[in-house]
C-alpha cells in the first residue's frame, strides 16, 4: 500500500472538493431507482457469511485528495475529519480486510470493477463504474480487482483516528 500526504489546498478548492463529495452523498441519499452497490443479494444476507481475512493490501494506491477538521466548521463535529480520497487497485490487488464500525464512508467507482467480500453477505459482490458502495457501521469486508485493468475509487468517509491505516 503507497499512502500519499495529505494536499494542503487552497481554502476554496477544499470547499469545492467537499461541496463535490456531499452533493454525491445527497445524491445517492435521495436517488430513486439509482443501482447500490453494496447490496447483497436477496437471500443471502447473513451474519458472519464472511470471516476476516489475514491478507495484506496489495497494488492499492491511497492517495488523500483533501480533508476538513468539523470540528472548525459550523457543524462542530468534534474529533472528526470529512476526508476525500482516491484508491487505485491494480489487476489482482486487496484491499485487506476492515471495518466501518467507527467510519461511516461513500464509495464511488469510478471505473474498472472491484469484487466485496462482506462479513454479512454469503456471496460476493461485484461492484462496476457508476455504482456507490454504502459503508455503514454495520460493514466489514475486503475488496479485490479481478478485473484486468485497474479500478478507481473515491472514498468520502469520515475518519475519527488518525492513526487508522484501514482502506
Known amino acids: ?60 494506491t491511497d492517495t488523500v485528495l483533501a480533508s476538513i477538521d468539523l470540528a472548525d466548521e459550523p457543524a462542530m463535529v468534534q474529533d472528526r475529519k470529512f476526508r476525500l480520497r482516491r484508491l487505485v487497485i491494480a489487476p489482482g490487488g486487496i484491499v485487506p480486510w476492515h471495518s466501518h464500525a467507527d467510519r461511516p464512508a461513500l464509495i464511488y467507482v469510478v471505473s474498472g470493477e472491484v469484487t466485496e467480500h462482506a462479513s454479512n453477505c454469503a456471496v460476493p459482490i461485484v461492484h462496476k463504474a457508476g455504482d456507490v458502495a454504502p459503508e455503514t457501521h454495520a460493514t466489514a469486508h475486503w475488496w ?23 482502506m
Open 144 to 166: 479485490k480487482n479481478t478485473g484486468r485493468r485497474p479500478a478507481t475509487l473515491i472514498s468520502a468517509d469520515l475518519l475519527k483516528d488518525e492513526s487508522d491505516r484501514n
Open 1 to 60: 500500500m503507497t499512502r500519499t500526504p495529505t494536499l494542503l489546498l487552497d481554502p476554496s478548492v477544499r470547499r469545492r472538493l467537499l461541496l463535490a463529495a456531499a452533493m454525491l452523498a445527497a445524491a445517492v441519499a435521495v436517488a430513486p431507482g439509482q443501482a447500490q452497490a453494496g447490496e447483497c443479494p436477496a437471500g443471502k444476507r447473513i451474519p458472519d457469511a464472511t470471516k476476516p481475512v489475514d491478507t495484506a493490501a496489495k497494488g492499492v
